[in-house]
Each structure stands twice: as structure tokens, then as C-alpha cells.
């Protein structure tokens, strides 16, 4: 059965930066694309960044891309996203999320998802 879980999250300060980490388990994940979503108190779910698990190719949210980057450890099967310059409008619970293919921005087309990692960033 396929499995992620998140770790990483904890209580910042603005300005700060954070990586958050996702293991991924429990089957192949090429052709596959993973992403990180967030979803903030009173806000709809937002997607922040996808990588292809075979390629590595990337793309981001265009308001996070200057500040996030979303990586991983092919053979570890570890998924990442390094935050920086952290601001309390990124306060949110962090998913880590799978889809097969290249499943973009919308969080129905991915098939699997963590329990979420929560982040909280103070002023």
C-alpha cells in the first residue's frame, strides 16, 4: 500500500527557513509526479510546487517559485520542499501528495496524499 508521511513542520519566525521532508513507501513511483499542497486556517487547499519522480523536472506555484524549492532523493524515495524567508501568511498544514503522470496543480488528480505537517510562522 502506498504510504507518505511528512515531518519537518514546527514553530518559526518571520524571516526564518524550513525544509519539510515526506517519505514516500509501499510502491513504484515511476511516471509519477509529487507535489506538496498547503492549506492555511480558513483558506481552500493550495498547491505549491510538483517534481517528476523519474526526471526531477519542476514547476512551481507562481507566487511561491521565488522563495520554495521542491526536491527529492531518488534513491532514498524522500521528497522535500526548502522554505525561505517565511512569511505568517505561510502558516498552513503541509501535504505531501502523489499522482501518476504529470498531475499539476489540481489536487483531485493525485491519488494519494500524507496526513500533513503543520508550520506556523510568527511575527
Known amino acids: 500500500q502506498v504510504q507518505l508521511e511528512e515531518s519537518g513542520g514546527g514553530l518559526v519566525q518571520d524571516g526564518d527557513s524550513l525544509t519539510l521532508s515526506c517519505a514516500v513507501s509501499?510502491?513504484?513511483?515511476?511516471?509519477?509526479?509529487m507535489a506538496w499542497f498547503r492549506q492555511a486556517p480558513g483558506k481552500d487547499r493550495e498547491f505549491v510546487a510538483q517534481i517528476r519522480w523519474s526526471t526531477g523536472f519542476t514547476f512551481y506555484s507562481d507566487s511561491l517559485k521565488d522563495r520554495f524549492i521542491i526536491f527529492r532523493e531518488y534513491a532514498k524515495n524522500m521528497l522535500y520542499l526548502q522554505m525561505n524567508n517565511l512569511k505568517p501568511e505561510d502558516t498552513a498544514i503541509y501535504y505531501c501528495?502523489?499522482?501518476?503522470?504529470?498531475?499539476?496543480?489540481?489536487?483531485?488528480?493525485?491519488?494519494?496524499w500524507g496526513q500533513g505537517t503543520q508550520v506556523a510562522v510568527s511575527s
Open positions: 509501499g510502491g513504484s513511483f515511476t511516471g509519477y509526479g
Open positions: 501528495a502523489a499522482g501518476s503522470g504529470m498531475p499539476g496543480s489540481d489536487g483531485r488528480r493525485y491519488a494519494y
